[in-house]
């Protein structure tokens, strides 16, 4: 069981941006695929981005591609969302997500394919 705790959150204009990082208390964060979901209020949770335990893959939703960045950085136990052109329809509760796939190449896009969750941080973005 790994613990990963979000921050960065916050309330910002609509075209501004945001970087979320959440941090995974394990020592072998390298065996973790890691993921990025969101929830806004009323709605069911959706993927948004994720990256492979290499670091080398990465994948989004149509929505957020080319705005958004998944990275993560190994000595440091974490994984960032940077969100760039923000709108107001990306408000949501963000939360992280960590799985362990055999393959150092895998990315997952179901919430059922990760097994660690943190607690999410609110990203509020106004008109």
């Known amino acids: 069981q790994v613990q990963l705790v979000e921050s960065g959150g916050g309330l910002v204009q609509a075209g501004g941006s945001l970087k979320l990082s959440c941090v995974a208390s394990?020592?072998?964060?390298?065996?973790?695929?890691m993921g990025w979901f969101r929830q806004a209020p009323g709605k069911e949770r959706e993927f948004v981005a994720a990256?492979?335990?290499?670091?080398?893959?990465?994948q989004y939703t149509d929505s957020v591609r080319g705005r958004f960045t998944i990275s993560r950085d190994t000595a440091k136990s974490t994984v960032y969302l940077q969100m760039n052109r923000l709108r107001p329809e990306d408000t949501a509760v963000y939360s992280c997500?960590?799985?362990?796939?055999?393959?150092?190449?895998?990315?997952?896009?179901?919430?059922?394919?990760?097994?660690?969750w943190g607690q999410g941080t609110q990203v509020t973005v106004s008109s």
């Open positions: 394990t020592r072998t964060f390298s065996r973790y695929a």
């Open positions: 997500a960590a799985g362990e796939p055999y393959w150092s190449t895998t990315v997952y896009d179901r919430d059922n394919e990760y097994r660690n």
């Open positions: 990256i492979s335990r290499s670091g080398d893959r990465e």
